[in-house]
Nanobody, 127 residues
Framework: QVQLVESGGGLVQAGGSLRLSCAAS????????MGWFRQAPGVEREFVAA????????YYTDSVNGRFTISRDLAKNTVYLQMNSPKPEDTAVYYC????????????????????WGQGTQVTVSS
């Protein structure tokens, strides 16, 4: 079982920047995929970004591509989401997730791919 702890959420002005962190522990990371999802009030949880642990390949949803950057620190077992130029519509609870089993790339945006989740961190973007 992998434990995930998110941090870094808070209030940010539109056009500013914010970095979320997700520290993982509990197992040796090899061929994992780490993802960020978010959920706004009254909306289903949606995929934001993902990164493959070993190769560092990254994937983004269109609405954040070019503004957000996902990265990982292998030594710290930590994944980051750098949020640049956030918009009010980015306001949501952001969740870190990990997929410990191999899945095809076509499923990387599907939350069913992920088997452990963090508790979530609130991000509020003011206009």
């Amino acid at each position: 079982q992998v434990q995930l702890v998110e941090s870094g959420g808070g209030l940010v002005q539109a056009g500013g920047s914010l970095r979320l962190s997700c520290a993982a522990s509990g197992r040796t990371f090899v061929n994992y995929t780490m993802g960020w999802f978010r959920q706004a009030p009254g909306v289903e949880r949606e995929f934001v970004a993902a990164i493959t642990w070993s190769s560092g390949n990254t994937y983004y949803t269109d609405s954040v591509n070019g503004r957000f950057t996902i990265s990982r620190d292998l030594a710290k077992n930590t994944v980051y989401l750098q949020m640049n130029s956030p918009k009010p519509e980015d306001t949501a609870v952001y969740y870190c997730a990990v997929s410990t089993l191999w899945r095809p790339v076509t499923m990387i945006r599907d939350e069913r791919t992920y088997d452990s989740w963090g508790q979530g961190t609130q991000v509020t973007v003011s206009s």
